[in-house]
C-alpha cells in the first residue's frame, strides 16, 4: 500500500544544491530611482543615440510581434556588417546569453575552465552552475600606476599546466577596465591550440574599444567572439546579443539552443539599427570625450583615477571617500566596494553625458572642499 500524504521532498541538481551558488531574488528586484542618475551599470543612455533608436519603435510590422522569429535575415544582415560568413555568427539574449550557452554546449562536470579576477559576474556563476573546476586568474596591482594587470607569461605557464577546456577573457575586462593587446591576444589562441583550449574573447563593450579580434574568428578553429548591443548600441533592455566563431563552433551551439531564443522584435530592432551604426560611432566618441573631460577633473581634485578601456572610470576617493559617496549617493547610483585587492578603495562610474558628468564633477568637488 502507497502511504497517504508523501511529502514531497524537492532536489534540484546537486550544482544548484550549492550553498555558494546565490542569486538576487528576481521579486526584490525593482526599477531604480528615476530620480537619480544610473551610472551604476555601464548602460549608454545617451539622448542623441537614443533619438535614433527610438525612431525604430513605430518602424517595425506589428505581425513581428504576432510571429514567432526568423532569424536567417538577421544572420545576412550582420554577417555582412562584420565581413564574416552568415554561419559564423549565432545570436543570444545578450552576451549573458553567449555565455551560459557556451558553458552548456561545451563543458562536462569537472572541466577545468579559466576565468579572471574579479571579472563579469557570470562567469563565476555559470561556473558554479555547471560545475566545473575553475582556476582564477588574479588581477595584480601595479604598485606604481596602481592599475590591475595580469601576469601575462604566469597565465601562459598556467594554461600549459591545467590546458583547460575553456578560457574566459572579457576585453576590455569588467570591472577592471583592463586589455590585453591584439598580439597578447594571438598568442593566447596559438598557446590554446596547443592545450584544446576554446578561448571566449567576450567583447562586450566593443567599439567602446575598438581593437577587436572578431577577424580570427577566420583563423582560428577555438576563437569565439561574445558581442552585445546592451552597450554601446543603447539596448541593453532588448537584452540580444551574439557569438562569432568558427562555423564548426556555431554548429554545436546551435544544437544546444532553444528553438526560438530572441524574440522576432528584437531581431527586427537589430536589422534596423545596425544602418545606424555611425551614431552608435558617433556616440562613443561623445562617450569617450567625456571620460577624459570627468578623469581630468578629478585628477585636477588629487585623486587616483583608473583610465579604461571602456564607458565607465574608477575614482578613489581616499580618505573622503566615505563623506562624498554618502551624500552623491542621494543623486547618482555608482558601483562601490569592490572586494578584490587590485581595486579596493576605487568607485566606479558608468560615463554619462557631458552634461550628467558636469553635474557630477560640481557634486563631488562641492562635496570633497566643505570642512577639509
Ligand atoms: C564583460 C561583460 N560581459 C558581458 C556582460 C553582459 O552583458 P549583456 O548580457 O547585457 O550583453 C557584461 C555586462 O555588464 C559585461 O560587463
Known amino acids: 500500500m502507497r502511504k497517504k500524504n508523501k511529502k514531497f521532498i524537492l532536489k534540484p541538481k546537486k550544482s544548484i544544491q550549492n550553498v555558494n551558488l546565490s542569486r538576487p531574488r528576481l521579486i526584490d528586484s525593482f526599477e531604480r530611482d528615476k530620480k537619480k542618475y544610473w551610472l551604476d551599470k555601464n548602460e549608454n543612455f545617451d539622448p542623441i543615440l537614443n533619438s535614433y533608436l527610438v525612431k525604430i519603435f513605430n518602424k517595425i510590422n506589428s505581425k513581428f510581434i504576432s510571429s514567432y522569429p526568423d532569424s536567417g535575415f538577421l544572420h545576412q544582415k550582420l554577417s555582412d556588417h562584420l565581413k564574416l560568413k552568415s554561419n559564423n555568427i549565432i545570436f543570444s539574449y545578450g552576451s549573458d546569453g553567449v555565455i551560459k550557452s557556451v558553458f552548456e554546449t561545451f563543458l562536462n562536470i569537472n572541466d577545468m575552465v579559466f576565468h579572471t579576477n574579479p571579472t563579469f559576474a557570470m562567469y563565476p556563476i555559470y561556473s558554479k552552475i555547471y560545475a566545473v573546476k575553475t582556476i582564477q586568474i588574479n588581477y595584480k596591482k601595479n604598485q606604481i600606476t596602481k592599475k590591475p594587470y595580469i601576469d601575462f607569461n604566469e597565465l601562459l605557464k598556467l594554461i600549459?599546466?591545467?590546458?583547460?577546456?575553456?578560457?574566459?577573457?572579457?576585453?576590455p575586462d569588467?570591472?577592471?577596465?583592463?586589455?590585453?593587446?591584439?598580439?597578447?591576444?594571438?598568442?593566447?589562441?596559438?598557446?590554446?591550440l596547443h592545450t584544446?583550449?576554446?578561448?571566449?574573447?567576450?567583447?562586450?563593450?566593443?567599439?567602446?574599444?575598438?581593437?577587436?579580434n572578431i577577424d580570427l574568428v577566420k583563423k582560428f578553429e577555438n576563437l569565439i567572439v561574445a558581442r552585445t548591443f546592451s552597450k554601446a548600441w543603447g539596448l541593453a533592455g532588448l537584452r540580444i546579443g551574439y557569438a562569432a566563431a568558427h562555423s564548426n563552433i556555431i554548429k554545436y551551439l546551435n544544437k544546444s539552443k532553444p528553438m526560438y531564443e530572441v524574440g522576432n522584435y528584437q531581431l527586427h530592432f537589430i536589422n534596423l539599427a545596425i544602418n545606424k551604426y555611425n551614431q552608435v560611432l558617433k556616440s562613443v566618441e561623445r562617450s569617450n570625450k567625456s571620460k577624459l573631460f570627468f578623469n581630468e577633473e578629478m585628477k585636477k581634485l588629487n585623486f587616483t583615477v583608473l583610465d579604461t578601456y571602456a564607458n565607465f572610470t574608477h575614482v578613489n576617493f581616499g580618505e573622503k571617500?566615505?563623506?562624498?559617496?554618502?551624500?552623491?549617493?542621494n543623486k547618482f547610483l555608482f558601483k562601490d566596494n569592490f572586494d578584490h585587492n587590485s581595486l579596493k578603495g576605487f568607485t566606479r562610474f558608468t560615463i554619462g553625458t557631458e552634461a550628467v558628468m558636469k553635474k557630477l564633477v560640481l557634486n563631488i568637488k562641492k562635496l570633497s572642499k566643505n570642512n577639509e
Open 160 to 171: 600549459d599546466k591545467y590546458r583547460p577546456k575553456l578560457f574566459c577573457l572579457p576585453n
Open 174 to 192: 569588467s570591472p577592471t577596465g583592463t586589455v590585453l593587446s591584439n598580439l597578447q591576444i594571438r598568442k593566447i589562441l596559438n598557446h590554446c
Open 196 to 212: 584544446n583550449t576554446l578561448v571566449l574573447i567576450d567583447e562586450a563593450y566593443y567599439p567602446y574599444y575598438p581593437n577587436t
Open 321 to 329: 571617500k566615505h563623506k562624498i559617496l554618502k551624500n552623491l549617493s
